[in-house]
């Protein structure tokens, strides 16, 4: 009996001292030419200290995805609207790895309904996460939940935020302008106070950030764009599409299963675990 509690005891300390935290963010409607231009000029500190530990690169969305609001619906769920699931990824995830804290912290747009689809996906992962109910937030107010959870957890994480200002400033006014640029960099100034949380536990090297937008707008227009990105703090070695988001989450998460199967894409991280043998 000694045994199969020193056994147990030593399973259960493993996993928390080598499993990772990750944080996966979807900051809606960021076009790729102001926000490289901004990582250009280093106006956006955080994302290039997460940039510095991976990379970033482009990702494409198939054409038709902006009419059917499929792009923003794939971002939250991995799945589009033509696609059947039987559950949903965090369903799937929890069954998983139970052991894993999974919180969501998300913000509905301001001024502007999301589609019934998306608005009853982003519901569904607040309540079987036991997290706030979705409303309104601020970038400010959205990294503010996050640190305060950072600074509070013991156990390894994933955890799931959303930037919803830069979309509205790109749809009320346009893509390039001045306030378009400054919710950018409020999400990074967000970014940053999630960043010293996870500095100030010693935590912030063995957190994983996978960070993507639902899709771009055209330059200095008020259209949305077929083009997404990818900020990573693992290498991304490869072009990809936004079908890939979640099979990399299920690299990140170092989770094997046939849940892969579910979904269109390939991971980011594919070359890259070939070639090491391991993702993590």
């Known amino acids: 009996m000694k045994f199969i509690l020193s056994f147990l005891f030593i399973l259960f300390f493993s996993f928390n001292l080598f499993a990772k935290n990750v944080v996966y963010i979807v900051v809606e409607g960021v076009s790729r030419a102001t926000f490289y231009e901004l990582l250009n000029r280093n106006k956006l500190p955080n994302y290039r200290l997460l940039i ?13 995805m902006l009419v059917s609001h499929d792009s923003t619906l794939m971002a939250y769920s991995g799945y589009s609207s033509k696609q059947f699931h039987d559950s949903s990824f965090i369903e ?12 969501c912290f998300l913000s509905v747009p301001i001024d502007k309904e999301y589609p019934l689809d998306i608005q009853a996906s982003l519901v569904h992962l607040t309540e079987i996460t036991d997290s706030p109910a979705i ?29 919803t200002n830069v979309d ?31 500095k100030q536990r010693q935590e912030f090297e063995n957190t994983e950030f996978l960070i993507t937008t639902n899709y771009g707008y055209h330059r200095t227009l008020q259209i949305p764009k ?4 990818v900020v990573s703090t693992q290498p991304v070695l490869r072009k990809g599409s936004i079908h890939d988001i ?22 980011l991280f594919r070359y890259l675990k070939q070639s090491t043998g391991s993702m993590l």
């Open 52 to 64: 510095e530990r991976g990379n970033y690169r482009n990702l494409g969305i198939d054409e038709g």
């Open 92 to 103: 799937q995830l929890k069954l998983l790895k139970p052991q894993l804290d999974i919180k």
């Open 135 to 163: 409303s309104y937030r601020t970038s400010t107010e959205i990294g503010v939940l996050a640190s305060d959870y950072v600074k509070n957890q013991k156990e390894p994480f994933f955890l799931v935020l959303n930037f």
């Open 168 to 198: 509205y400033v790109g749809w009320r006014y346009r893509e390039g302008a001045m306030n378009y640029s400054r919710a950018i960099k409020n999400t990074d100034k967000s970014l940053g106070l999630i960043i010293d949380a996870l």
């Open 226 to 229: 077929e083009e997404a990105w």
């Open 246 to 267: 979640f099979p990399s989450l299920m690299d990140l998460l170092d989770v094997s299963s046939d849940m892969n199967l579910s979904f269109k894409g390939n991971s």
